[in-house]
């Protein structure tokens, strides 16, 4: 799916429904690359219009899916210390992400 159409599906969705943690590694990668630096903005303008602080959450949620992807090549490459202490910095962006960013 092109990035464009990705974050139009991801618009799509209700509040609260964006989970990255549903999403494989290929859809990971695209949603980073769709919310990457000035798309950001872009992003935000489709998936949380009107929300406070909606860039600052998107690019939250970018940190979240890079820090994902990462954790999930740690795990199949056997490095699971690795991939636990990434999984607790994507927990840690979960909790400080305003609720209708959470899912």
């Known amino acids: 799916m092109p990035t464009s159409k990705f974050v139009d599906h991801v618009k799509s ?3 609260g429904m964006v989970n990255l943690d549903g999403m494989d590694s290929s859809d990971l990668y695209k949603f980073i690359s769709a919310t990457r630096g000035m ?19 998107v690019r939250a949620l970018h940190n979240y899916a890079y820090t994902k992807v990462t954790a999930i090549a740690c795990r199949e490459r056997g490095e699971i210390k690795s991939a636990l202490s990434y999984e607790g910095t994507c927990d840690r962006i979960h909790r400080d992400l305003p609720g209708y960013a959470k899912w």
């Open 13 to 15: 969705l209700e509040p």
């Open 39 to 57: 798309n950001a903005t872009r992003a935000a303008g489709r998936m949380f219009k009107g929300e406070k602080l909606a860039t600052q959450t």
